[in-house]
């Protein structure tokens, strides 16, 4: 079984309707990413969570929430999806406190917003 | 400017030849430094991590590291069309925090 898994791994949605995407890790790890990938842009950074209580916003947080409903679960929030977030979605997460570990990625969630 | 900036590519090199990969950052006190592949509509997966200045070598892979310069780079030996895949570099700048580049797409030539 994949260490990180994400739900769904495609969705197609309308705009203004709620999403939530899913990011589920078995490595133990305590710090977990949302990124989102748009061509020829990069990943770039939407949340991450150090800990259950600990959330951080990242580059682009707006139009974006997130529940880290236990260690291994990190969920992404589109509270009214529009065009503009359709995207390839990666979770990552990352063990250790410092910067020396490498992250691991999830197999993404490819979401159209029509 | 950006935090991280790749050469978006392609870069098309013959099946044999070194493909060099370059990667620039933007803060002196970026700790730490990852080459990530990733194949069209997949996930990255790691290929390099390098700490300190100087090369690190792994199998056909070697990552380069000049903090004075803020360059990091990846060499790929006898490359095969196995490896045509975008590259994409990751710069720890604020410990547990990363900043990714646009990435290079790497065509293998047969």
């Known amino acids: 079984d994949a260490d990180v898994t994400q739900t769904p791994r495609n969705r197609i949605t309308k705009t203004g309707k709620r999403i939530m995407l899913e990011c589920s890790q078995t490595k133990g790890h305590d710090r977990m990413y949302w990124y989102r990938q748009d061509p020829g842009l990069g990943l770039r950074l939407i949340y991450y969570s150090f800990d259950v209580k600990d959330i951080n916003k990242g580059e682009i947080s707006d139009g974006y929430s997130v529940s880290r409903q236990a260690q291994a679960k990190f969920s992404l929030s589109l509270e009214s999806a529009i065009p503009n977030q359709t995207a390839l979605y990666f979770c990552a997460t990352k063990t250790g406190t410092d910067g020396y570990n490498e992250q691991f990625f999830g197999p993404g969630t490819r979401l159209t917003v029509l | 400017q950006k935090e991280v900036e790749q050469n978006s590519g392609p870069l098309s090199v013959p099946e044999g030849a070194i493909a060099s990969l370059n990667c620039t950052y933007s803060?002196?006190?970026?700790?730490?430094f990852f080459w990530y592949r990733q194949y069209s509509g997949k996930s990255p997966e790691l290929i390099m991590s390098?700490?300190?200045?100087g090369d690190k070598e792994d199998g056909r892979f070697t990552a380069q590291l000049n903090k004075a310069s803020q360059y990091v780079s990846l060499l790929i030996r006898d490359s095969q069309p196995s490896d045509s895949a975008t590259y994409l570099c990751a710069v720890n700048i604020h410990f547990n925090k990363f900043y990714f580049g646009s990435g290079t797409k790497l065509n293998v030539k047969p």
């Open positions: 803060d002196r006190g970026s700790q730490s």
């Open positions: 390098i700490y300190s200045n």
